[in-house]
Structures are given as C-alpha cells and as structure tokens.
C-alpha cells in the first residue's frame, strides 16, 4: 500500500495508512501530531492567530460556503455575512483506490490525492446574476512547498461513494490557468481563489454544478484544508458570492436635516468696475474732535450767539487788580483733553473670587462624563477629521458618513468605490481607498464627488504629505498628486502594506506579514530603512518626535524613535490592537479583540486608562482626534464613539 507524502493526510485520515477512521478526538494524538514539534497546546493556539489582513475577507459579498480574489490574500477567519454549508466535500488516494474519505475532517492535496467540493446554489435569490464569485480554504497543514489549480467537473458524483477508481476526470481550469501556490507562511491562513466564471456557468444553468476539484500543478507540495467536517478549527469551504441585482423602487424623501454649520470666508475676489454714484446717505456721527489749531488774529466781534457748554475749570491764576466791570461775555468752546497722567501706585490684592467653572465642571452639568455613541452605516472602519466634521467608511455599504464633530448629526452619507477602508484629509478634500484598487477624492464642504484614481492592488492605509496623497497596497505604495490624482510614483516595497503616516519629512508603512515598518523618503521615493516591530502590525501614528505602531497579534504598541528608526520601548495595551491616534499628549490604541480604548502618555508609554465602548463582543477598528475628543469605529456594532480626549 502506497504511504501519503509526509503525513500530510494525517488531519484529513486520523493517522498515516489508515484505510477508515471517521473522525479523531485528539488532533495531538501521538500517532499523528498536526503540528509536528509542537505539543498540542501550541499547535491549537496557532490555529487562533489573527491575520493581519482581516480587510480583504470584508468584501461586500453574499456568501454561500467558499470565498475568491484575484490574486491568492491571507486574512482573518471573522466573519459576520450569511453563510450556507458545502453539499459535499471528500477526496481519493491513489494508495487506496476502493476507500471512501468523505467523513473525514480535512481534504488534500498531493501527488496522487485529488480532493472535491459541492455547493448549493438553490438559495440564490431571483433576479440577481453573479458578478463575482471567489473559492475560500482554510490551510490546516503544509508538508511541501508546491501549486495546485482547481478544476470544473462534468460528471456527477457523491461524497459517501467516490473514490479513486470512480472519481469523475478533471476538466478545465476554473482560474483560468493560473495556479495557486503554497509553502510554510501559508499554514493556518485562508488562500482565496477567483473562480468567477464557472459560478457565472452554474448560476445561469449554462455548466452543469457537478462541483470543482483540487489538485497539485507540478511534481511537489503536499498540504490539506479544512472539510465540512472539521473537528480541528471549523473552518469549512466557504463560496462568497457577489450578486448584482436590479435597482429597488425609489423611497420617500426625508425631513430636511439641520442647517449644517457657516463654512469658511472664501478668498476675497478682484476688484470690479466703480459703479455710478449712489444717492447721499444719512449723516454720521460727530467724529471726535481735533487738536486745537493756532490762534488767528482778532476778527470784528460778532453778534453774541448762544450759550455754548461749560468748560473744565481752569486753574485759578494770580489775582490780577480789579477792572472795571464790562458787559457779560457768552461761554467759549470746550478745550481739548489733556494728556494722560501717570499711572499711580498698585493697589492692595483683592479678595480671592469663587471658583470658576472648568471641563469637569462642564460636563457634570450637562451629563456628558461617559462616550457617546452615533449611528453610522455597515462596518465602518476608517476614521478622520477635516476641521470641523468626522469622515466614516462604510465597508459593506460601499460610502462614507459625514458626522458634525460638535454634535455627532450627521451631515451625509456618499457613495464611494466598493468596500472603502482608509481615509484621510487634504485641507480641501476627503481621499477614500476602495478594494477596487482605487482612491475616491471627495470635495470636503459639499461631498461632492471629484472623481476616483487607479492605484496599487487592494490599498488599505490613506496619508497626506502636504501636496501628495499616499495609499498603502499590497506589496506597493502609490504617491498621488493631490490636485490632480495624477499618479506621480509607485513604489514597491513589504509584503502585503497596511497603515501609513507622514512624519514630515518621510511615509512610514506597516506590513503586517513580515513584521516590520518601512521608512519612504517622501520628495524621492527612496527606502530611508527597514525595522523589526511587534507580530502584524497594522495603524501607524506621529507624535512630533517618535512613531508608534500598534501590533494586532502581540497586544502591544511599539514605539520608534523617527530620526532614526531606533525602538523606545514597547508597551502593553488591549487584545487585538489596531488603530492608533495622537492627541497632543497621549497616544489612544483601539483594541479590536476587547471592545477598549487604551490611553498612553506619549512622552513615556505609562498606561494613563482603559475605557470599554460597550459594543462587543469585536469591533474598534480606526480612531482619530477631532481637537478635543476621540473618535473610534466600531465594526461591528455599525457605530462611531465620541470620547473626551481629557477623559
């Protein structure tokens, strides 16, 4: 009997060579270890690793029970879309021709092992077509480094019943002849398969859904996923669907929302033609009266008028001799006021006043000690500030909501590309990323839509440099010029980019998979330095000396000197964490895992508070400062927190 590469099967059989056995208890037994030396423990924790590219599963998909891409992307396994099992997972083995698999809890791929997968369409709603479908495995081992395809199937077949001898033959590529490759990175991770046309062919009932198989392209690999039947991690064959359906009749128009707030002066305009002469307006005031002119010569007495006001006083001069008594004269003009004397001597202190009224006080009047909480759309992820509104990206509905700052009103919602996630601000304009590898620019004052650029693939993180615009893609980040969305450079560097800052002079970007922060020459383009952080890195923020990355796998921060990538230390904060923002004086951390905030002071890394946003049990994504409160998305709670940054 022909012995399976490696163990390979060991997850999918229960141990080597074993021709029937349904499912294992222990999957550590020591017959057949998953993780060859690991103890059991560390194997299974492995299994929980959060991947740093969660974005790339929030797709705005239907999904039916196996997901796609593209190109080949690791991310989480969260995931909240409606979901239905597989109809039928199994696989066949050379080495035993006549044995059923399709009770195990895995199915692999290697030389002589095919594995095939069925799925049930039946509960597509009517009217809707496919617009894009993608084929989702969760790899459970990986014993070779090697490729393999999957393929369309023409003939029926059943997953108690198949085996080698009666497996139906593999038909054409579903990838259209691009094959997937596996090595060590990809263990516990999800591989993502674009098979768009041959869900399109089951849909319109043009290919008959005999299912798909998987098998190997070449001589080596050996590596298994997860079945139906998983007893391991549970993370069965998913098929993510995207369906494109008519538009739905219009519905009633609203209130008219709040008069938003005045924006700001615009720039004075030239100077027009003088127009004709108005009429004469009404008299103005007296204006205050001029200093005394010089005395002129004596005129003719004139005919005595009235009594004008009195004049101040005089000093009293030398008495002179008295003359004779002559005719009363009429009272002269008040003199001008005479300059100002010296200022006397300070006086005693006053008594102490009552005390004033401070932001504590404040807000123990107006009940405003704890975080609100606003409505937003589906999944908002990205936060950022323009001066007087917060910006939200809405994942699933595909726009972004305005919020006034001051009050949390919304002011809009707008329509972006499809599935946004960062966002950032220009001084005029709002710049939003999409999963369909572009960047939407936004007139800030109005929501205006400018228009959408072409950027690297699947960009995440938004910066601005004072007159580019920056993304953050998948092995690339792409330098925009603001006032046009020309592109001006694509650089290549990391692995798969998350977040992405300026500090100045220089871009720094996280990558997530190779566990590092890039430091870009912003004029040039030119890698400045490459250093070691935490486990998945993912939001990047400038304090004015020193950059912190958060570390999604560690539960820490990691603080970077910015002249010279030097580390300063590394904190704790929550589980999970993912945005980073500065306040001025303290650095705030969302913690993605524990519905928290954590709030550092920058200068030290000394843990000031934690603070729970009560909307569990997963959920804070983006933050951001407004210039006087915190800002934090929540997820999955489909909201945003506003929290007094002196909180």
């Known amino acids: 009997m022909k012995t399976l590469t490696n163990a390979v099967l060991c997850k999918a059989l229960g141990r080597v060579g074993a021709p029937r056995i349904e499912k294992r208890a222990d999957p550590a037994s020591a017959d057949c270890n998953p993780l ?100 989702r495995l969760y790899v459970d081992e990986v014993k070779g480094v090697g490729r393999f395809d999957v393929y369309q199937l023409d003939n029926n077949w059943g997953e108690s019943t198949l085996t080698y001898e009666n497996a139906p033959p593999l038909g054409a590529s579903a990838t259209g002849g691009h094959p997937i490759t596996l090595n060590g990175s990809s263990l516990n991770q999800f591989v993502v398969i674009d098979i768009t046309p041959l869900v399109q062919g089951w849909a319109d009932g043009s290919i008959p859904n005999d299912g798909l198989a998987l098998a190997l392209v070449g001589s080596s690999g050996a590596f298994s996923f997860d079945s139906k039947e998983s007893i391991f991690t549970g993370h069965q064959p998913e098929l993510e669907i995207g369906l494109t ?46 200093p005394a002119g010089p005395v002129g010569p004596a005129g003719t007495a004139g005919a005595q008028g009235p009594a004008g006001p009195a004049g101040q006083s005089g000093a009293v001069g030398a008495q002179g001799p008295v003359g004779p008594m002559g005719m009363p004269g009429e009272n002269g003009a008040q003199g001008p006021a005479g300059p100002a004397g ?67 009103a919304t002011v809009g919602t707008y329509a972006v590309g499809d599935f946004p996630v960062g966002v950032a601000f220009d001084g005029t304009n709002i710049w939003v990323a999409t999963t369909d590898n572009t960047v939407t620019k936004l007139l800030a004052s109005t929501g205006a839509n400018l228009g959408s650029y072409p950027v690297g693939f699947l960009p995440n993180g938004v910066a601005f440099d004072g007159t580019n615009i920056w993304t953050a893609n998948d092995g690339t980040v792409s330098k925009l010029l603001a006032s046009t969305g020309a592109t001006v450079a694509t650089y290549v560097i990391g692995n798969i980019n998350f977040g992405i800052a300026f500090d100045g002079t220089n871009m720094w970007i996280t990558s997530p998979t190779i566990n ?21 890195p993912q939001g990047v923020a400038f304090d004015g000396t020193n950059i912190w990355v958060a570390n999604q796998n560690d539960g820490t921060v990691t603080k970077l000197l910015a002249g010279t990538g030097a580390t300063v230390g590394t904190y704790t904060v929550g589980n999970s964490p993912s ?14 895992g524990d519905v928290t905030v954590t709030k550092l002071l920058a200068s030290t890394g000394a843990t000031v508070g934690t603070y729970t946003l009560g909307i569990g049990p997963l959920g804070p994504q983006g933050v951001a400062f407004d210039g006087t409160n915190i800002w934090v998305a929540n997820e999955f709670g489909n909201t945003v927190t506003k929290i007094g940054a002196t909180h």
Not at 517 to 530: D, E, F, S
């Open 245 to 290: 359906g008519p538009a739905g009749a219009q519905g009633q128009m609203g209130p008219v929302g709040p008069a938003g707030a005045q924006g700001p002066a615009g720039p004075a305009g030239a100077v027009g033609a003088q127009g004709p002469v108005g009429p004469v307006g009404l008299s103005g005031v007296n204006g205050a009266q001029g």
């Open 342 to 408: 010296q200022t006397g001597a300070a006086g005693a202190q006053g008594a102490a006043g009552s005390p004033g009224e401070g932001l504590a006080g404040i807000r123990a009047a107006l009940l405003q000690w704890y975080p609100a909480t606003f409505a937003v759309g589906s999944r908002p992820f990205g936060v950022a500030f323009d001066g007087t509104n917060i910006w939200v990206t809405n994942q699933i509905d595909g726009t972004v909501s305005k919020l006034l700052a001051s009050t949390g």
């Open 36 to 135: 060859p030396g690991l103890d059991s423990a560390s194997a299974l924790s492995g299994l929980n690793r959060r991947n740093a590219i969660e974005r790339t599963s929030k797709v705005q998909f239907w999904r039916l029970a196996v997901p796609t891409a593209a190109a080949i992307c690791l991310y989480s396994t969260l995931s909240v879309a409606q979901s239905a099992p597989p109809n039928a997972d199994t696989f066949s083995y050379d080495g035993e021709p006549r044995v059923n698999f399709g009770s195990q809890p895995a199915v692999a791929v290697q030389q002589g092992v095919n594995s095939y997968l069925q799925f049930n369409l039946a509960t597509l709603p009517d009217g809707v077509s496919v617009s894009k479908a993608t084929l």
């Open 579 to 592: 945005g980073v923002a500065f306040d001025g004086t303290y650095i705030w951390v969302a913690n993605n």
């Open 516 to 536: 590092t922060v890039t430091k870009l020459l912003a004029g040039t383009g030119a890698i400045v330095g490459t250093y070691a952080v935490g486990s998945s």
